[in-house]
């Protein structure tokens, strides 16, 4: 019997969504933070098939993190890249390197790591860095490489009923906000870049957004104190909250650890 795959996600979450963000570590599912968040985003492979089902008993959405436009040499499927495959590296990354998103070989080992999200019954997937056309690489691709690309994440997220979502890249939103499902975006407060994202809350689409304190020691999990988020910076995550933005303060471990302003 032919099965007709699915052709759209099977989930579309909406603004102001709760969310975490853990890759450093498997996820600890009985942690005090598990009840704050509604969405998990969490790492493809560090993560179980059995710590999706109990998050989904849980009443939580799970997507699976994974570096779609870089290789990194300690992943399971890292072999499957060949060297004329790579660019440089990613600067304070040890052990990765930018991808021609553009070979057949590349996508294929996406494609795999999509079939795994599926395997495993993620609820979506979470493509990171896409945006290599903004970044010095050695490998000239170009803002209509990264939408390809992207639409292309998409159509194979959604042949499976995974959702998707663009990271970062407000640069190409306009052209593929039509395909994704949400936005996961990193210190556009610190950047001043709010105003990109807008377009997927008009659209009634999340923007899953963080921002990190200083330092690589702040809101460490054994710290309980109040982060250097204050005054001016902290006003301006407010306002991204009150725009509709799922706002959070991370440590750039990205540990469970989670602050909610």
């Known amino acids: ?104 070989r590349v996508r294929e080992i996406m494609r795999k790591r999509i079939e795994l999200a599926a395997e495993k019954e993620f609820d979506g997937i979470d493509p990171d860095n896409i945006d290599a056309y903004d970044n010095v690489i050695g490998l000239s691709l170009t803002k209509q490489d990264a939408i390809d690309y992207l639409l292309w994440l998409a159509t194979e997220a959604h042949s499976r009923g995974l959702s998707i979502g663009l990271k970062n890249g407000g640069d190409i939103a306009e052209k593929v906000v039509g395909r994704v499902q949400w936005c996961v975006q990193e210190q556009c407060v610190q950047y001043g870049d709010e105003a990109e994202y807008e377009m997927f809350i008009e659209q009634g689409k999340p923007v899953f957004h963080v921002e990190y304190p200083k330092g690589e020691d702040a809101g460490s999990e054994s710290q309980n104190d109040e982060q250097d988020f204050t005054g001016e910076k902290l006003e301006k995550i407010v306002r991204a909250r009150e725009m509709g933005f799922s706002s959070i303060v991370k440590n750039v471990r990205l540990d469970q650890w989670v602050q909610y302003v």
């Not at 969310?19 to 790492?43: E, M």
């Not at 570096?67 to 304070?92: C, F, I, Q, V």
């Open 1 to 104: 019997m032919h099965i007709k795959k699915p052709s759209s996600p099977s989930w579309q979450p909406a603004p102001r969504t709760t969310w975490n963000y853990v890759l450093s570590h498997r996820v600890h599912l009985y942690h005090p933070t598990i009840d704050s968040a509604q969405v998990w985003i969490v790492d493809l492979f560090d993560t179980t098939a059995e710590d999706v089902a109990t998050l989904h008993a849980r009443g939580k959405k799970v997507v699976a993190y994974f570096s779609a436009g870089s290789y990194e040499n300690w992943r399971p499927d890292a072999t499957a890249s060949a060297a004329s495959d790579l660019g440089g590296g990613l600067e304070g990354w040890e052990g990765e390197k930018w991808l021609d998103v553009r070979r057949a």
